[in-house]
C-alpha cells in the first residue's frame, strides 16, 4: 500500500500532468488562432505526452492498490502577450513540476516507499528534456528576436515533430 500523504500527493500530480495537456492545448489553440500550423502541431503532441504522463501515474496508482482521485482541472491561460511570453510561461511551468517531482521523491524516501520512488526516477530525467526542449525555443526567440522570419522558421521546424 502507497502511504496515504504520498498517494495524495500522487493524485495530485495526475491532475497537474492532466493540466499540463490543458495548457499546451490552449497554446496549440493560440497557434491555430494564427495560423502557425507547425507550432500548433508541436504543442497537440506535447499535450499528447501530457496525457501520458498522467497515465502513468494512473496506472502506477492502480498497481499500488491505490484509489485515484480526480480533482478538478484548473483552467489554463488562454492568451499571450507574444509567442516569447507563451514559451516563457511553458517553461516556468515546467520547473513548477520539476519542483513537485523532487519533492514527491523527497516524500517517497521520507516515507520509505521505495517502489514509488523507483517508479519516480522516469520523471526527472524526463523534466530535463521537457526543461531543455523550451530552454532551446526560448533562447532561439531571445537570439533572433521574435521576428517574422525566426516566427516562420520555427514554425517549420515545429511542424517536423514526430
Ligand atoms: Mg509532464
Request: aromatic share 12%.
Amino acid at each position: 500500500m502507497i502511504p496515504s500523504a504520498l498517494l495524495e500527493e500522487l493524485n495530485r500530480q495526475l491532475n497537474r500532468e492532466l493540466y499540463s495537456a490543458y495548457l499546451y492545448l490552449s497554446m496549440a489553440s493560440y497557434f491555430e488562432e494564427r495560423g502557425l500550423n507547425g507550432f500548433a502541431h508541436w504543442f497537440k503532441l506535447q499535450a499528447k505526452e501530457e496525457l501520458e504522463h498522467a497515465m502513468k501515474f494512473y496506472n502506477y496508482i492502480h498497481e499500488r492498490g491505490g484509489h485515484v482521485e480526480f480533482y478538478p482541472i484548473q483552467e489554463p491561460a488562454s492568451n499571450w502577450d507574444n509567442i516569447t511570453g507563451l514559451v516563457k510561461s511553458a517553461l516556468e511551468h515546467e520547473k513548477e513540476i520539476t519542483r513537485h517531482i523532487n519533492h514527491l521523491i523527497d516524500l517517497a524516501r521520507k516515507l520509505d516507499d521505495k517502489p514509488t520512488e523507483v517508479f519516480l526516477y522516469w520523471f526527472i530525467t524526463e523534466q530535463v528534456e521537457e526543461e531543455k526542449a523550451f530552454q532551446e525555443l526560448l533562447q532561439v526567440l531571445e537570439y533572433a528576436g521574435e521576428t517574422p522570419q525566426t516566427v516562420l522558421m520555427l514554425n517549420a521546424k515545429l511542424a517536423q515533430r514526430k
